[in-house]
Each structure stands twice: as C-alpha cells, then as structure tokens.
C-alpha cells in the first residue's frame, strides 16, 4: 500500500460489560516519524494497542498500511513488529537461537537473522543464553524480533520504562534509526524523555476517545510543562551575570539561595542553560533537574472531560 495513512481507525469501541474502554476512538496515522499514544492511567491506551494487534475483538474498524485487522487479521499483522514492556523470551535459549526460533516461525532467511544481531548489537552476545543478558539487551532482543519480518509499523509499549538512563539512550538512538530507514514508530509511555527526544507527534486518550493530536512541541505549550533546575555558582560575585544569562536562555521564576540558583525552565532548554552560564564564565559545581510530571499534565488538558 502507499498511502500517507499507515494505521486508520474509525469508530473503535471496546466495551466491558458496562464500562467502555474505547469509545468511539477514531485517529490516523501518517506514515513515518514516531508518534506518542499518551493518556492518564486508564485512558484506554493498552486496550487500543491490543486492538491493533488483533488481540481484542471491538466494534468499528482498525486498518494497518491498508488491511483490516478484522478480515484480513494475517496480512494485517504482517504489517506490525510489537516490542512489549516486559520482554516475553525464553532464558534458557541463546540469542541466537531465539532469533531462529522466532524467524523460523516466520520464514525469514538467516542472512536477516544476522543484519538484525549487528543493528541491535548483540552480534558478540549471539550465544550467550537470554537470560544472561541485562534488560537493556533483552528489551534489544526484543526489537530484533519485533523487525524480523520487516514491518513498516513498530508498537512499542513502555519501551524504556524498565532501563536506566544510559539504556534508554541507547534504545531511543535504535528508534530514531529505524526511523531514517522509514518505520513509523507508535509508542506508549510515561516517561517524558521518551516525548521529548524522539516523539514527533502525539496522540492523548481519555477516557477511550482522542482529545488531542498534536506536534510534541504544540502540546508541551498547551500543556505548560516546565522543569525545574537548580544549579550551584559558588561565586556570589558573579550573580547579576549569572541571572542575565539564565534570563536570555528563557528561565523563568529565578531564585537565589545562598550558591544555588532555582528556576522553571522549558524542558528542552536544559543545555542552553548551562551553556550560557558558561559563556558568562559562571563556574557550575553541580546541577540537578526535576521533570515535569505527565500524568499530572494530563490533568490539566482532560479537566474538561470530567477528571
């Protein structure tokens, strides 16, 4: 298919008994980049991803790169790698041998088996067994078999909630390479670094429905999420430069205590901070970061929705 439109839903409900997960829920997806399915607790976001899958019968219609994922479930699932929050492997199998386990299942020829070991990195951890590996290689693991059969669309469901810092860096560089080679990247998560660094576009859910699509840069204005940074200056001298310079990179609020400066920043105005300290020759011996709160955000957007 060529469209622009790779994941089209229309009118999808999801009912339980009473109580209506998805209600409703129609949105478009276009083709390529990476697209943030964010919402509060409940909004509806795990029951919408199951639907994708096909794992969830519903009402209305769900088509992926153009196929029904109701009439034709096996051409449309052919369109779809899924990357769950908590990797689904066996640990006694070695990498190696889950790939082929799972490419086998698929028909994929051992050459893609290799290419994908080298993307993900894992080509020196081929034989050691899956459970040997830390979470970041096995969430690795994972993406190698979500992209065994090529897919144009990846699911990914809290893709970096269990790693830390330095492995969500990695993986996020994963995606934005997947990204160059022209996937379109659907994820849910509640980590704002996840929007913040790789995240194009967003989709917030409430309630079952779609209350906004957004760019991330839109949203976070809408939102008025905001940071807040507290660097250390031990030089009192240097206090008028100091506040100047976090002034012109846009902070908000200043506040001076003793050596330590607190303010509201925008998020993605945390290096030009410390940037432009520097260019005042402000000597910083520490800094620490509190980031906004999304699910909290959320509240403000969806007041009007009941909450």
């Not at 399915?37 to 219609?61: D, I, M, R, W, Y």
Request: aromatic share 6%; charged share 25%.
């Amino acid at each position: 298919m060529s469209t622009n439109i790779i994941v089209d839903a229309i009118d999808v409900t999801k009912q339980y008994g009473d109580f209506k997960a998805l209600e409703g829920l129609s949105l478009q997806v276009e083709r390529g980049g990476v697209w943030a399915l964010l919402g509060p607790n409940g909004a509806g976001k795990t029951t919408f991803l199951k639907c994708l899958l096909g794992l969830k019968q519903f009402t209305g219609q769900i088509k992926i790169d153009g196929y029904d994922i109701q009439k034709d479930p096996k051409k449309a699932k052919h369109q779809i790698g899924y990357v769950p929050q908590h990797p689904t492997l066996y640990n006694d199998m070695t990498v190696q041998e889950s790939l082929r386990y799972f490419g086998d299942m698929r028909d994929v020829k051992r050459s893609r088996l290799r290419e994908l070991l080298e993307f993900v990195g894992l080509e020196l951890w081929a034989r050691q067994p899956v459970g040997a590996l830390s979470g970041g290689m096995q969430q690795r693991l994972m993406l190698a078999v979500a992209l065994l059969s090529d897919p144009p669309v990846l699911l990914l469901d809290e893709p970096t909630a269990n790693l830390d810092v330095n492995r969500q860096v990695e993986f996020r560089n994963l995606i934005s390479l997947l990204v160059k080679e022209g996937k379109t990247v659907v994820l849910t998560t509640h980590l704002l670094g996840d929007v913040d660094h790789i995240a194009e576009k967003i989709m917030l859910l409430n309630k079952g429905k779609l209350v906004v699509k957004s760019s991330v840069a839109d949203l976070f204005k809408q939102l008025d999420l905001t940071s807040q940074m507290f660097v250390e200056i031990p030089d009192t001298s240097k206090e008028q430069d100091a506040i100047s310079a976090l002034e012109k990179a846009g902070a908000n609020d200043i506040e001076v205590k003793g050596s330590w400066y607190e303010m509201r920043i925008d998020p993605s105005k945390k290096v030009s901070i410390l940037n432009n300290l520097r260019a005042k020759d402000c000597e910083i011996t520490d800094f620490k970061i509190e980031e906004p709160n999304l699910e909290d955000a959320f509240k403000k957007i969806t007041a009007g929705e009941g909450n």
